[in-house]
């Protein structure tokens, strides 16, 4: 029978879990946001400033769709030989895709090679991240006390922005105290290579971990499954939906306040670089403590409740931030971006034991992974592009605000087919009596 963790090893799984996709989100953070400030200038230069950023999103959308097959690779090896050997291999090539970026070659130098090399990076670092984050939700969820499982869960939930305050803090020291041709010509650099790092870092955490008791007790039973992928296409489809459909809106809400707005308000309102990237800082800096919070009420208040009160307010609130940031205010321009990421941090924080309890244990690795990775296609992968678009087009906020109130709608619905938590807390208990 698997013994239960100590607080001792509940507690490194859960900075395990937060500091490993903090980690993993710094790399991708990073990408964002030199995808809005340099990639299209250093590696397809067009000499028309948005059509460079239309091409730098597109190759930000590449990280989103290359994360099924990760989510496909390292979901089921999660639910075949652990939750821990996956995360060190996930860790390890998200960061040396980051470092290679951080010495590669621009258009200047090797032509169109260096936005091929550029993109195939951006695909490792989705492949390593779309394995990442089934296992750090179920390494600290898994070793927590499942009617808990909101707030032991969240711990992933929080590496994101704790990865973006880290990316942004990088590039607001490196754009403060370089001139313009410095950044362009090296400056943008440092913040990649830091990642070398980091990883280190994370893997020291990583590698003195325990597995999960949960997956040591369906070891015991002799319980694997053998294709956990064709086991949750087969048996899990109406989880899988909603698990998909849920995470549709959190994720385009994210890219509007953290990607989008860099280029809004640089673009289009001319405001300086440093306005928007304190904005998101600071809004990122709200979202560790909020994100927990949202986890530990969703376990009172219902999973459901919680996720479905935030994205009607995840609907409403471009029509209260484009106005505020028209005003070209820095505190106004702060107080939306805190605003929008607030909001998300109440759809977040319960996002990752909402999708965990969809499915069965024995699958959890690979249905989550899947869910979390399918839902990015749809959601984040294509949402910059398509806000730098509908503003091209029509040349008014209103059709973003439009965009993002559809995808409301979507994750309603996956919130109306998921189920509540209490059938997931039985059979963890099942398997790990105390």
């Given at each position: 029978?698997?013994?239960?963790?100590?607080?001792?090893a509940?507690a490194?799984?859960?900075a395990a879990?937060?500091?490993?996709?903090?980690?993993?989100w710094?790399?991708?953070?990073?990408?964002?946001?030199?995808?809005?400030?340099?990639?299209?200038?250093?590696?397809f230069p067009s000499?028309?400033?948005?059509?460079?950023?239309l091409?730098?999103?597109s190759t930000?959308?590449?990280?989103?769709?290359?994360r099924?097959?990760?989510?496909?690779?390292?979901?089921?090896?999660?639910?075949?030989?652990?939750r821990?050997?996956v995360l060190v291999?996930?860790?390890?090539?998200?960061?040396?895709?980051?470092f290679?970026?951080?010495?590669?070659?621009?258009?200047?130098?090797?032509?169109?090679?260096?936005?091929v090399?550029?993109?195939?990076?951006?695909f490792?670092?989705?492949v390593?991240?779309?394995?990442?984050?089934?296992?750090a939700?179920?390494?600290?969820s898994?070793?927590?006390?499942?009617?808990?499982?909101?707030f032991?869960?969240?711990?992933?939930?929080?590496g994101?922005?704790?990865?973006?305050l880290?990316?942004n803090?990088?590039?607001?020291?490196?754009?403060g105290?370089?001139?313009?041709?410095?950044?362009?010509?090296?400056?943008?650099?440092?913040?990649?290579?830091l990642s070398?790092?980091?990883?280190?870092?994370?893997?020291?955490?990583?590698?003195?971990?325990?597995e999960t008791p949960?997956?040591?007790?369906?070891a015991?039973?002799?319980?694997?499954?053998?294709?956990?992928?064709?086991?949750?296409?087969?048996?899990?489809?109406?989880?899988?939906i909603a698990?998909?459909?849920?995470?549709?809106?959190p994720?385009?809400l994210y890219a509007l306040?953290?990607?989008?707005?860099?280029?809004?308000?640089t673009?289009?309102?001319?405001?300086?670089?440093?306005?928007?990237?304190?904005?998101i800082?600071?809004g990122?800096?709200t979202?560790?403590?909020?994100?927990?919070?949202?986890?530990?009420?969703?376990?009172?208040?219902?999973?459901?409740?919680?996720?479905?009160?935030?994205?009607?307010c995840?609907?409403?609130w471009?029509f209260?931030?484009?106005?505020l940031?028209?005003?070209?205010?820095?505190?106004?321009l702060v107080?939306?971006v805190?605003?929008?990421?607030a909001?998300?941090?109440?759809?977040?924080?319960?996002?990752a034991?909402?999708?965990?309890?969809?499915?069965a244990?024995?699958?959890?690795?690979?249905?989550?992974?899947?869910?979390?990775?399918l839902?990015?296609?749809i959601?984040?992968a294509?949402?910059?592009?398509?806000?730098?678009?509908?503003?091209?087009?029509f040349?008014?906020?209103?059709?973003?605000?439009?965009?993002?109130?559809?995808?409301?709608?979507?994750t309603?619905v996956?919130?109306?087919?998921?189920?509540?938590?209490?059938?997931?807390?039985?059979?963890d208990?099942?398997?790990?009596?105390t």
């Open positions: 029978m698997a013994q239960q963790p100590s607080r001792s509940l490194r799984a859960f879990s937060l500091s490993g996709t903090a980690l993993e710094y790399d991708f953070a990073i990408y964002s946001s030199a995808a809005a400030l340099v990639f299209g200038h250093l590696f000499g028309d400033a948005l059509t460079e950023t091409i730098a999103f930000y959308a590449v990280g989103y769709v290359s099924p097959l990760g989510g496909i690779v390292f979901g089921r090896l999660g639910d075949v030989i652990g821990k050997r291999i996930t860790l390890l090539l998200t960061g040396i895709a980051t290679l970026i951080g010495v590669l070659p621009t258009h200047d130098q090797i032509g169109t090679s260096a936005g090399l550029l993109v195939l990076l951006r490792a670092q989705g390593g991240l779309g394995g990442e984050w089934g296992g939700v179920l390494l600290s898994e070793f927590g006390d499942p009617e808990r499982r909101g032991w869960a969240s711990a992933a939930q929080v994101p922005p704790a990865g973006t880290l990316a803090g990088v590039l607001a020291v490196l754009t105290t370089l001139s313009r041709e410095q950044f362009l010509s090296w400056g943008w650099r440092v913040a990649f290579l070398a790092v980091l990883v280190l870092f994370g893997l020291w955490i990583r590698v003195k971990l325990e949960v997956f040591k007790a369906i015991e039973h002799g319980d694997r499954p053998v294709a956990p992928v064709r086991e949750v296409f087969s048996t899990q489809a109406r989880p899988l698990a998909i459909l849920c995470r549709v809106c994720d385009v306040f953290a990607v989008f707005t860099l280029t809004y308000t673009q289009v309102l001319k405001l300086p670089q440093s306005w928007a990237l304190t904005a800082m600071i990122s800096a979202q560790l403590v909020l994100i927990p919070l949202a986890g530990a009420l969703s376990d009172i208040w219902g999973r459901r409740r919680t996720y479905a009160v935030a994205t009607v995840a609907v409403a471009p209260v931030f484009f106005p940031a028209e005003q070209r205010s820095l505190f106004l107080l939306g805190i605003g929008g990421l909001i998300h941090s109440f759809l977040y924080g319960p996002q034991a909402f999708i965990s309890e969809q499915f244990p024995r699958l959890r690795y690979t249905g989550s992974s899947l869910a979390y990775t839902a990015g296609v959601g984040g294509v949402a910059p592009l398509l806000f730098t678009w509908l503003f091209a087009e040349g008014s906020w209103l059709a973003v605000a439009a965009y993002l109130a559809v995808t409301g709608a979507i309603l996956g919130v109306r087919l998921g189920r509540d938590p209490h059938q997931a807390e039985a059979e208990r099942a398997l790990t009596p």
